[in-house]
């Protein structure tokens, strides 16, 4: 039970694969390769749930609210005539930062009018990017601690 729910953590927006894998290296015994896998593949498959959300939620909430309106007219006027791109959206996802991970890096394609699969690619690419610098960040911080503290 307990490694389902870390894995779980990787669906937490802003938690996400990037610190669930370093928090169940620890608390769990699950193999890397397996962990790695597993937390990847769940925080890659919100990206078209939280596509269709905003799908379903945005166009009442804009009615709604005329603030949520303009925030999306904002958007949409500063990234229609720019060379946004493809790197800048991986670079922004990767960067293992609160507030960059595939939620956000969704909501910004969203808000922006990217091309939804060049924007599935570039954040899953960059979900792996970000997962994969924590991890070996994570181990090297366990080694040189095993190195200092032997048992």
């Known amino acids: 039970m307990k490694e389902i729910l870390v894995i779980l953590t990787s669906l937490i927006p802003s938690f996400e694969a990037r610190y669930a894998i370093p928090v169940a290296l ?42 949520v309106d303009s925030i999306f007219r904002w958007f949409w006027r500063r990234g229609r005539n720019r060379k946004w791109g493809f790197l800048s959206l991986v670079a922004f996802v990767a960067t293992p930062i609160p507030g960059t991970g595939a939620y956000t890096g969704v909501l910004m394609a969203y808000l922006l009018g990217f091309d939804r699969k060049l924007s599935t690619i570039a954040i899953a690419t960059g979900v792996i990017i970000s997962a994969t610098l924590t991890t070996l960040a994570t181990l090297g911080m366990i080694s040189l601690v095993k190195s200092f503290c032997p048992h």
């Not at 962990?35 to 166009?59: K, M, Q, S, Y």
């Open 26 to 67: 620890e608390l769990t015994n699950i193999n890397l390769a397996t962990l790695f896998t597993i937390c990847v593949a769940l925080n890659i498959g919100v990206i078209p749930i939280v596509f269709l959300g905003l799908d379903w939620l945005a166009p009442p909430f804009r009615r709604k609210f005329k603030w």
